[in-house]
């Protein structure tokens, strides 16, 4: 055998929510995508993207500075990537860079243990307690950074920015990352922390609140200092992240607030009345502040509802793995479509 | 001073040529770009882009397809990424994975040693020899891979696939990537000898000929093994690369296949007819086959008319590098463009 494979590097990827292909009446709750469309300025925009033929803004100025201005930043202290996904693991390779373990909770974003494993970094995960809450105790020993999302992934499990500032005054010496996907829903930004700690990173983006999954845009907020070490990393990566379109649409939708309020607005209160009939119906769930709802039925199995859910076109999220093979994750869709979800799971737990 | 600082990674990032804000009557001759708009499939396209909502398939199949089909591969042999250094970054992370080093010329893209540095790869570069050629007896050595572009950059310098099969024959036990960011301006691609060579790897890019650098796409073609392994790094580092213009345009240009041949056509008539006048002014330099000419005066210094044409707003690209601090590189331009700068340069050398 050549010894070519030999260098080849041995990696299990991660694996992202099914993307069937589109098909008419098929109702997808599987990857906390946004049921509404984006603001109508990414329309307006499109028709305006120019210099096609010329490379972009390596430093992507118009949607740094548009970032900044609505975050109440300075432009150095925005990092932007083509999803949040790329910010994450551009912060992985810049911070998490010691022989000490980072730490990341058992459940949450299964991307963490691929970086991990990606770049090498130790690390070690803390167990979620029985309402699947972070425990701040946990986090008080010695690691080479930390890193969980706020509200949690697949829980939805909110913490207060006063357990987030527990994390950094007992972890003056590790860079602590709080993963904001989901804040949009409900949930209050660690961003006003900035101003006290300068190890923290905050991280966005603009596939959820914003309908953006499509056009790949995620940013980070920290310290100048911390912004400025992304972004040599950054730039000894690749110095042209960001495509013409998704920086001209990224800086234009952030003028369309209005919009913005009224769709997050939207799905807190689906999220709301979701609950409640999910109650109804036998579910128990811990309380969510993001945009779906991790959810285990008194009687009938997950993977069975879960199968059942996609053989009638319904797609839902179910993770094989331990602690939480018995839940589904069931993104927030319009009323129309938790509604057809509800009808399906009524008939189906009768059965 | 926190420890934290300590867990940050150190890098000397890459410098990418300089973006002047847009200026009228600036010519840009400084970072390779094509002169000529891309093909009008992408403004059609443009308006017929949907989906904004839900994350792009992760797999960019469309483009996948497309790219495949246009180079005669199945689409298991063909991988997309963020621009060619998004896909030369990958296969950095997935290849050259040895304790032993990877070659590359001394003079040649000045990303690759970015690279090897950032993932702390082991690298040996070999010099060019007196004419700006690649010396093949120097890839013979033990080695963790290979890596050159092809024309060389910035070099401009054409190698025959004789020379690069006697590379890949004497590295069985390496990975052997060809970097053919310039093909299509006069060169023959290494295509033809990925059915001979499993070790190959052959990377091109829509930023130059297909003037598409504002898009960010590249892309790499192989045996369906390596292609395997790098979507398995890809997977494991950012699930969804490829926004959803990016997927659309990128398949969409493929097509016009008659405006490809019509652009490259008029930058390659152009580059014949610029080293001509160029020589007459006492410029040398070695033949090229990219859409640039690497050059040297003989008696005026390169930095100088560097630094005069910015003042006149021509911008040129100026390495201050050891062996080629005396010369610059000049992007093809549209006629007009090269006329310009003929008659700056006329007039500077005289001084």
Redesign the interface.
């Given at each position: 055998m050549?010894?070519?494979r030999?260098?080849?590097?041995?990696?299990?990827?991660?694996?992202?929510?099914e993307?069937p292909k589109r098909v008419d009446n098929l109702i997808?709750l599987n990857?906390n995508?946004?049921?509404?469309?984006?603001s109508p300025k990414?329309e307006e925009m499109?028709?305006q993207?120019t210099?096609?033929?010329?490379?972009?803004?390596?430093a992507a100025s118009k949607l740094v500075e548009a970032l900044a201005s609505y975050h109440g930043l300075n432009k150095d202290q925005v990092f932007v990537g083509?999803?949040s996904?790329?910010v994450l693991?551009m912060a992985f390779?810049?911070?998490?860079?010691?022989d000490k373990p980072i730490l990341f909770p058992d459940i949450t974003y299964s991307f963490y243990d691929?970086?991990a494993?990606?770049f090498r970094i130790p690390y070690v995960q803390k167990p979620l307690d029985e309402n699947f809450r972070i425990v701040a105790d946990d986090y008080k020993c010695e690691n080479?950074?930390i890193i969980f999302p706020n509200p949690n992934a697949p829980t939805g499990v909110y913490q207060s920015l006063d357990f987030i500032e527990e994390i950094l005054q007992a972890n003056?010496?590790?860079?602590v990352i709080i993963d904001e996907a989901y804040i949009d829903f409900g949930g209050q930004s660690a961003l006003p922390l900035l101003e006290k700690y300068?190890?923290l990173l905050v991280v966005q983006t603009y596939?959820k609140s914003r309908?953006?999954?499509?056009?790949?845009i995620g940013y980070a907020m920290g310290s100048a200092e911390?912004i400025k070490?992304l972004?040599?990393?950054?730039?000894?990566?690749?110095?042209?992240?960001?495509?013409?379109?998704?920086i001209a649409i990224g800086a234009a939708v952030l003028e369309d607030e209005d919009y913005f309020k009224e769709v997050t607005g939207k799905i807190v209160s689906t999220r709301e009345w979701f609950k409640e009939e999910m109650k109804k119906l036998g579910f128990s769930f811990e309380d969510s502040k993001s945009n779906f709802l991790f959810v285990t039925h008194e009687t009938v199995k997950a993977k069975d509802i879960f199968e059942a859910a996609k053989a009638n076109q319904i797609y839902v999220r179910y993770f094989a793995k331990p602690r939480i093979d018995n839940y589904l994750r069931i993104t927030i869709g319009t009323d129309e479509e938790m509604k057809t979800f509800l009808n399906f799971v009524k008939e189906f737990i009768k059965m």
């Open positions: 050549a010894g070519f030999d260098n080849i590097r041995k990696v299990v990827p991660y694996t992202p929510g993307q997808k990857t995508e946004n049921p509404y469309p984006p990414v499109m028709k993207v210099g096609w033929r010329l490379y972009p803004d390596p083509v999803g996904d790329d693991a390779m810049t911070f998490f860079n010691s691929v970086w494993d990606l080479g950074g003056p010496d590790a860079i300068e190890n596939s309908s953006l999954a499509g056009i790949r911390l070490a972004n040599d990393v950054k730039y000894s990566f690749n110095s042209y992240t960001m495509n013409q379109p998704s």
